[in-house]
T-cell receptor, first 113, second 116 residues
Framework: AQKVTQAQTEISVVEKEDVTLDCVYE???????LFWYKQPPSGELVFLIR??????QNEISGRYSWNFQKSTSSFNFTITASQVVDSAVYFC??????????FGTGTRLKVLA | KAGVTQTPRYLIKTRGQQVTLSCSPI?????VSWYQQTPGQGLQFLFE???????NKGNFPGRFSGRQFSNSRSEMNVSTLELGDSALYLC???????????????FGPGTRLTVL
């Protein structure tokens, strides 16, 4: 079976601090895809990144960066110099040919001014 | 391109009633998926439609059904509503790149259903 674990239920940081959101996954498929989504208070899930299982390169997009490590089955997300607008619930998701889109339970990030 | 739209945004119903929610995908997207989000169960997959056919189904009772039209718009229906059906219902569309599981899903704002 597939599983996504986001052990951090809620994180609070002060503005400008760096924060890392953890995501650990389980799958038996050799080809799979990992995603991060942001859900602000408005409710709509906003796509942030997609990574396939054959591409372990880390990615940086502005203040956001992602660290994918197959050896530890982790796909962690770091926000550098956090801002109040980053406050949201962040979801990690796993998708493959066997299972479509298994979401983690989400991490609520609160960035305090 | 316009994003995924869902109507209505808010809905209040009473137990035993039925409800129909609507989703219009991003233009050109042929796959539509539905999810239920509750504080207790998180995001749970309901079903996926592609080319008017249900391609995947989650673990929900038969009271939950859906369909997709030739223009890719989709509706989901919940019959005999229960209190536990109160949730945010999210619709997502994807372009379907061909490799199963590879699609990026783009979500709508959701319909918040309250069952009294």
């Amino acid at each position: 079976a597939q599983k996504v674990t986001q052990a951090q239920t809620e994180i609070s940081v002060v503005e400008k601090e760096d924060v890392t959101l953890d995501c650990v996954y389980e799958t038996r498929d050799t080809t799979y895809y990992l995603f991060w989504y942001k859900q602000p208070p408005s409710g709509e899930l906003v796509f942030l990144i997609r990574r396939n299982s054959f591409d372990e390169q880390n990615e940086i997009s502005g203040r956001y960066s992602w660290n994918f490590q197959k050896s530890t089955s982790s796909f962690n997300f770091t926000i550098t110099a956090s801002q109040v607008v980053d406050s949201a619930v962040y979801f990690c998701a796993l998708s493959s040919g066997t299972y479509k889109y298994i979401f983690g339970t989400g991490t609520r990030l609160k960035v305090l001014a | 391109k316009a994003g995924v739209t869902q109507t209505p945004r808010y809905l209040i119903k009473t137990r035993g009633q039925q409800v129909t929610l609507s989703c219009s995908p991003i233009s050109g997207h042929r796959s539509v998926s539905w999810y239920q989000q509750t504080p207790g169960q998180g995001l749970q997959f309901l079903f996926e439609y592609f080319s008017e056919t249900q391609r995947n189904k989650g673990n929900f009772p038969g009271r939950f059904s859906g369909r997709q039209f030739s223009n890719s718009r989709s509706e989901m229906n919940v019959s005999t509503l229960e209190l536990g059906d109160s949730a945010l219902y999210l619709c997502a569309s994807s372009p379907t790149v061909g490799t199963i599981g590879a699609d990026t899903q783009y979500f709508g704002p959701g319909t918040r259903l309250t069952v009294l």
